[in-house]
């Protein structure tokens, strides 16, 4: 097909001119943060395992355990071949974690966002979403054909000021926001988006994709406020700090019937294997024993933001803002030379201008990695 590659060149070469297209390089992911890539070691900075569950001794078994016992794949839709009782069993984790009635798990978080969102709301809603939420909350919403007004990050008078604008015109409204900002790692304040959405009649879903395990004694960032703002739809994943696959929604029991019966990326998406839902259950039983070692992360990230005199970070997630897309990647480059895997973020990740380099920590960094890392960034003048 001639005018197919054509068309693919095409829309290519301004982004490659940009410095804006992507390549996924080889890469083999060992334990505690080093990979591998052209057959260089790496201590690697840019990985969501904060708790490096992903090869934890005890998850791994508990996934091999799973394959021995039930076998590699789940066959099909949890619908069509039913619940499978580890399945049952980590949703009660879930639910039990997040103190709700229920919980359901999705194959993973971006089909949760794009499941949860269009069955909840609906074309004659309205959905205002932090302007930084994540891609697939905005998938989400777009797939409700509701009304989406953005507001500004973390900006409680711009979100009173759309509500007040926009909120009468429509039946039901429906508040976004990651409770931890992926790109950025900052906190959302859950309390004051809690109080505006009672007091307008809106429902709340936070998106604690990398707030659970790490923050909050582990059980993420609605946990950071005291009292505990009210949440009826707590939305995450299972591939970041648990170390695993998967997503899930704990809400209500009405809420999560509902989410059963007509969320299409749950009812028309085969189910997640039982190794990932064993390796999601074992780690979520050791961020419960082990709340001291759901801290390492963020320490990690306090010791690196001090050394280089940056904001205390609330989060495992430090962004040093680069601003041009070239000039990230890099210092991507030098970063890698000098034994380091970093990766750039550029848009439409973020936004234009804003291009810059994330760096994630985890539980089982090292003092002199972190140390080296500081003292690279300074010698290359990145900050
Ligand atoms: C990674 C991420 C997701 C998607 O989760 P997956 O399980 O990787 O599909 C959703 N929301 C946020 C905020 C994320 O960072």
């Not at 005018?3 to 095409?10: E, I, V, Y």
């Not at 990932?276 to 979520?284: E, Q």
């Not at 970070?313 to 030098?334: K, L």
Request: aromatic share 6%; hydrophobic share 40%.
């Amino acid at each position: 097909m001639k005018s197919l590659d054509a068309f693919a060149r095409k829309k290519l070469k301004p982004l490659m001119e940009k410095g804006l297209k992507r390549d996924i390089h080889v890469t083999e992911r060992r334990q505690s943060g080093e990979v591998i890539r052209e057959e260089r070691a790496l201590i690697s900075f840019c990985c969501n395992d904060y708790l490096n569950f992903s090869h934890h001794p005890k998850v791994m078994e508990a996934a091999k355990n799973a394959i021995d016992r039930y076998g590699a794949g789940s066959g099909a839709s949890r619908l069509i071949t039913g619940n499978h009782p580890l399945i049952r069993e980590l949703e009660q984790k879930l639910a039990r974690l997040k103190g709700t009635e229920e919980a359901c798990v999705f194959s993973s978080g971006y089909l949760a966002n794009i499941g949860i969102i269009p069955t909840i709301i609906g074309s004659r809603d309205i959905i205002f979403i932090d302007e930084l939420s994540h891609a697939c909350l905005r998938a989400g919403s777009s797939l409700s054909f509701a009304q989406t007004v953005a507001f500004r990050h973390n900006d409680m008078a711009h979100l009173q000021e759309i509500i007040h604008q926009h909120r009468k015109y429509h039946q039901n409204a429906l508040i976004v926001t990651d409770g931890i900002f992926s790109m950025d790692g900052d906190l959302a304040p859950l309390d004051k988006l809690s109080i505006l959405a009672r007091d307008n009649n809106c429902w709340l879903m936070s998106d604690d994709a990398h707030g659970l395990g790490v923050i909050g004694q582990g059980k993420g960032s609605r946990y950071m406020f005291d009292p505990l703002p009210e949440i009826p739809l707590q939305m995450g994943t299972l591939s970041k700090a648990i170390g695993s696959f998967g997503g899930y929604l704990c809400a209500s029991k009405p809420v999560i019937e509902l989410i059963k019966t007509r969320a299409r990326s749950l009812i028309y998406t085969t189910a997640l294997p039982p190794a990932s839902v064993a390796a999601a259950i074992t780690a979520l039983d050791i961020i419960k024993q082990d709340q001291d070692y759901c801290t390492r992360p963020l320490k990690n990230a306090q010791t690196f933001a001090h050394l280089l005199g940056l904001p205390t970070p609330v989060s495992p997630i430090v962004p040093i803002i680069i601003g041009g897309a070239e000039r990230t990647m890099r210092f991507a480059e030098i970063l890698e030379t000098e034994g380091f895997l970093v990766t750039g973020i550029r848009p439409p990740t973020v936004a234009d201008d804003t291009a810059r380099l994330r760096f994630t920590f985890s539980a089982n960094h090292q003092k002199d990695h972190i140390h080296a890392l500081a003292a690279v960034l300074k010698k290359h003048g990145i900050i």
